[in-house]
């Protein structure tokens, strides 16, 4: 393997370390709806799934907690952390890496599990996203996509995404 898992993901990360969905702090428009325990954990009480080694790289922060579970590293949170430990899933939020097996395209798609509570999910006023975030996450997911542990949680949380677009399309 050319490049560690830790060299991996640390591009990814500083690739996303200033870089955010909106050219302004998009957390003024919902008072940080995506981190706070009233809106999505609580809902879902679900944690982010971390990717492969995450835990090793970001486990120093106190306000996490994270789990071993059949499906693999999940993270919880309480409602803070600090922004070099954001994990990767957060740092992408609300979007998800869609993945086409077929064709090997990477796009960026707003997270399903974000339609509830996220203003850019909804297309909200004042939320058209920076290009400069947009680039640089799908960058790094390339980035990621070198290592196949990572390939394959990418591709697990991308089918899982796209599963439930298709179960609210039958629902609707
Ligand atoms: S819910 Fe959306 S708009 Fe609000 S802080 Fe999270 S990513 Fe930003
Ligand atoms: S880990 Fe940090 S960025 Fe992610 S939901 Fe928790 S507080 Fe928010």
């Known amino acids: 393997m050319k490049y560690t898992k830790y060299a991996l993901l640390r591009r990814a990360y500083t690739l996303l370390e200033n870089s ?4 302004y702090d998009c957390g003024k428009l919902c008072e940080g709806a995506c981190c706070r325990a009233d809106t999505i954990r609580a809902e879902s009480d679900a944690g982010m799934m971390l990717l492969p080694y995450e835990d090793v790289l970001i486990g120093g922060c106190e306000e996490f907690e994270i789990k071993d579970t059949s499906d693999g590293k999940i993270l919880t949170c309480s409602g803070t952390c600090e922004r070099i430990f954001r ?4 740092r992408i939020f609300p979007y998800y890496a869609r993945i086409d097996e077929e064709t090997g395209r990477i ?4 997270d399903p599990r974000a339609a509830n509570i996220c203003p850019i999910a909804t297309k909200k006023k004042r939320t058209r996203h ?3 975030f947009h680039r640089n996450a ?9 290592d196949e542990d990572f390939k394959k949680e990418l ?7 796209d ?3 298709e179960m609210y ?3 609707i």
């Open 163 to 165: 599963g439930l677009y």
């Open 20 to 23: 955010t969905p909106l050219k």
């Open 130 to 132: 920076s290009v400069y």
């Open 169 to 171: 399309r039958t629902l």
């Open 138 to 146: 799908l960058r790094a997911v390339r980035i990621l996509m070198h």
């Open 87 to 90: 994990p990767f899933m957060c």
């Open 155 to 161: 591709i697990k949380t991308s089918n899982f995404c």
């Open 107 to 110: 796009s960026l798609r707003v």
